[in-house]
């Protein structure tokens, strides 16, 4: 039952906690609106880049393998390939249609001379040479990049697609091993380790989510938990009083 000091029409005044939760909800807006604005992390965009150039030109090398090889098994290994990238350039185009992400059209200049090369051969025997050690070469290089963002993303999208890719490109390795053509001591000896991104290293946005957003999300943070454990006391609205006639 309502005293005579707070009647029932009228709602309880909190104090300062709706001026509060307005710059919290302003802090957490803006961050939301950073959080968007920064659109796909650069590694996963990388991811899917990659994925698509590869296919663009792995796709016709592994064509012209199953035609014009000289041994049974490099024509396997091409189809293999082929097929396969297939496969994941279905796939990466879906998964970046659904991403909002833009994707490459054509080979890169070293992809396309790799092309190059293999259409100037002119023995199955020198085809099969250049097809085996620029594929090998280049799923050399792109399985580290691969694993890298399937152990750091964010997103679960991406961490499946790069699971499978990751296994296409350790499948292919091995198949191009197999042949018994890679030339290992043509190959880029391998990384001890890999250095920790510094500040420098990180572009506009992220430096100021890290320099200006968090600590604004955290000062809010502390006087919303601040404000909930010890709410500030109601005003008492004063007795009404009838005017004297």
Known sequence: M??????????????????????????????????AAQGLPPADQELLSKVRQAGLWEMPAGE???????????????????????????????????LGAALPDKPTADQQSWLDEMSAATAGAEFERIFVNRLRAAHGAIFPVIAQVRAGTRDERIRA?????????????TLLESTGLVDHAKLPE????????SLNDLDT??????????????????????????????????KFSPKKT
């Open 2 to 35: 309502p005293s005579d000091s707070e009647p029932a029409d009228h709602p309880p005044r909190t104090g300062r906690l709706p001026p509060l939760l307005a710059v919290f909800a302003v802090v957490m807006f803006v961050l939301s609106g950073q959080a």
């Open 64 to 98: 012209w393998a199953r035609q014009r090889a000289a041994g049974q098994r490099v024509r396997e290994v091409g189809m293999t390939i082929m097929v396969d990238h297939g496969r994941l350039d279905s796939q990466v185009r879906a998964l970046a249609t659904e």
């Open 161 to 173: 697609f790069a699971s499978t890719a990751n296994q296409a490109v350790l499948r292919h390795i």
């Open 190 to 197: 391998p990384a001890t380790s890999q250095a920790v991104p």
């Open 205 to 238: 946005a992220d430096v100021v989510t890290l320099t200006v957003l968090i600590p604004l999300e955290t000062l809010a943070t502390i006087f919303l938990v601040g404000l909930l454990r010890n709410p500030p006391k109601r005003l008492p609205f004063p």
